[in-house]
């Protein structure tokens, strides 16, 4: 200690509990990802209400508060949300990752593919139906859907148009979205949709032209074949690759009695877009 300080200096060791963790300087802890956080607020919320809801991976209140956290990260659109509140997440991915299921996060469903956030499935839907007319606003008129994946989107979009057309390039998925589709959805939903083995870059043109067009991968341009697909006043929703730059974005084309009209959005990570199948 140096003469002339003028008392003694505070002990640096050890701090009070009361003195810990409040640096002014020390960075906010992120908050860590808890895979059972819906059921314990689904939970919470099942025991302020008088009547019995369930308290498992199927309970309503689970996918409810999922389209909660959606509308708190600023997704507006009220179809999308009344078909997320209906279609079970947990059923489409491996039982390993069903507690995971509503979380916003993406998961593998295996041979290189993911099942994307739900975020980024209600916002890529979302765009879709802001490209919609007013006398079609409460549908998206007949869809094509490249990459079925685990037939999650595919589920959502039979809710939401009058006729889905599926693509998958990858056999042991398309195998697996008519497992989970036929034991999920009902039957008049069920035979609304057509899935397809094919190669989702050339689109499928027995059943074009398409109101609306989603695809779950992306490369560094869109196929001529969708842009060909599309119906007058039709909206494509992809992800691509930045123009001039790095990095993917969600692409939107209107087609108009005028010709192509393109616009890009926020950015997006996808599997690569590829052709042929496997």
Sequence with gaps: MTAGSGGARPPRFPLALDQVGRSASAPKPREPLRPQRHLHEAAKDARARPAPQGLGLDSALVRQRMVQRLRAEGIRCEPVFAAMEQVPRHHFVDTALAIQAYEDTSLPIGHGQTISKPSVVARMIELLFEGRSARDAGHLGRALEVGTGCGYQTALLAQLARRVVSI????????????????????????????????????HPPNAPYDSLIAAAGGDELPAAW????????????????????????????????????????????????????
């Design 168 to 203: 998958e390039r990858l056999r042991p998925l398309f195998d697996k979205a008519q497992t989970n589709l036929s034991a999920w959805l009902p039957r008049r939903e069920l035979d609304q949709v057509r899935l397809v083995f094919a190669d989702g870059m050339l689109g």
């Design 227 to 278: 842009l060909d697909q599309l119906a007058v006043g039709g909206r494509l929703v992809a992800p691509m690759h930045r123009s001039g730059g790095r990095g993917q974005v969600l692409v939107v084309v209107d087609r108009r009695e005028s010709g192509l009209v393109r616009t890009e959005h926020e950015a997006v990570h996808f599997v690569p877009l590829k052709s042929g199948t496997v």
